[in-house]
């Protein structure tokens, strides 16, 4: 069974960065649509940003919540996918989540396009 961990999480003043990351053992990520979703308290759970595999150019996706201060991006090891998120506010604090599939098919902000989730990790905004 693929194991997906995050990690990066943590406490941030509003207007700070964070950055996440998203590993997964035994395998090349960059074989992988990688998916950021997140979950805050009473809230919809929400497709943040995802990158295609190398066959399709490691296309990016952002939620219009999130365009122009979010980040994804593979490392040049191809074993890391992260997220960074800069000028964070409290809109932004929630438990975020990685997710992947093996899939030839351009990556979608739809928690039913992917296969093999993470624990999440903690973002929290705070003063």
């Known amino acids: 069974q693929l194991h997906v961990v995050e990690s990066g999480g943590g406490l941030v003043q509003p207007g700070g960065s964070l950055r996440l990351s998203c590993v997964a053992s035994?395998?090349?990520?960059?074989?992988?649509?990688i998916g950021w979703f997140r979950q805050a308290p009473g809230k919809s759970f929400e497709g943040v940003s995802c990158?295609?595999?190398?066959?399709?150019?490691?296309?990016?996706t952002y939620a219009d919540s999130v365009k122009d201060r979010f980040t994804i991006s593979r490392t040049n090891s191809k074993k890391t996918v992260s997220l960074q998120m800069n000028n964070l506010n409290a809109e932004d604090a929630a438990i975020y989540y990685c997710?992947?599939?093996?899939?030839?098919?351009?990556?979608?902000?739809?928690?039913?396009?992917?296969?093999?989730w993470g624990q999440g990790a903690q973002v929290t905004v705070s003063s």
């Open positions: 035994g395998v090349n990520l960059d074989d992988y649509a």
């Open positions: 997710a992947l599939v093996p899939s030839e098919r351009l990556c979608k902000l739809d928690e039913s396009f992917y296969d093999f």
């Open positions: 990158i295609s595999n190398s066959n399709n150019g490691h296309k990016t």
